[in-house]
C-alpha cells in the first residue's frame, strides 16, 4: 500500500486549500480513508474521515470549514480546507487501516501565514 500526499503550501489567514492524496496496492473503493495533521510540537490528531459509502466524520475543529472527499476510480482522497488560521498550520497526512496493517502517506505541509 503506498499513499502520496500532495497540496499544501504557504497560504494567508482566510484562505484555502485543497489537499489530494493518491492511493495504490489496496481495494480504495472499499476502505474508510482518514485524514490526520500534527502541528509543530504536538501529538498527530484526527482531522476527518470518509467511508466505502461516503459517510463523513469531521473534528470539532474542522466542521463547516473542512470537507473531505474520495474519487474511486482515480483512487485519491481529497480534502478541501476554507477559512484557513494560523492554528491549521500542520504536516497532514492520509491514513487507512487496511488487512489490520496501518499506512500512513508522507505528510504535506500546510503553513497558515500572513
Known amino acids: 500500500v503506498q499513499l502520496q500526499a500532495s497540496g499544501g503550501g504557504l497560504v494567508q489567514p482566510g484562505g484555502s486549500l485543497k489537499l489530494s492524496c493518491a492511493a495504490s496496492?489496496?481495494?480504495?473503493?472499499?476502505?474508510?480513508m482518514y485524514w490526520y495533521r500534527q502541528a509543530p510540537g504536538k501529538e498527530r490528531e484526527f482531522v476527518a474521515s470518509?467511508?466505502?459509502?461516503?459517510?463523513?466524520d469531521y473534528a470539532e475543529f474542522v466542521k463547516g470549514r473542512f470537507t473531505i472527499s474520495r474519487d474511486n476510480i482515480v483512487r485519491t482522497l481529497y480534502l478541501e480546507m476554507n477559512n484557513l488560521g494560523p492554528e491549521d498550520t500542520a504536516v497532514y497526512y492520509c491514513?487507512?487501516?487496511?488487512?489490520?496493517?496501518?499506512?500512513w502517506g508522507q505528510g504535506t505541509l500546510v503553513t497558515v501565514s500572513s
Open positions: 491514513n487507512v487501516l487496511y488487512r489490520g496493517s496501518t499506512f
Open positions: 496496492g489496496l481495494n480504495f473503493r472499499l476502505v474508510t
Open positions: 470518509i467511508t466505502s459509502e461516503h459517510g463523513r
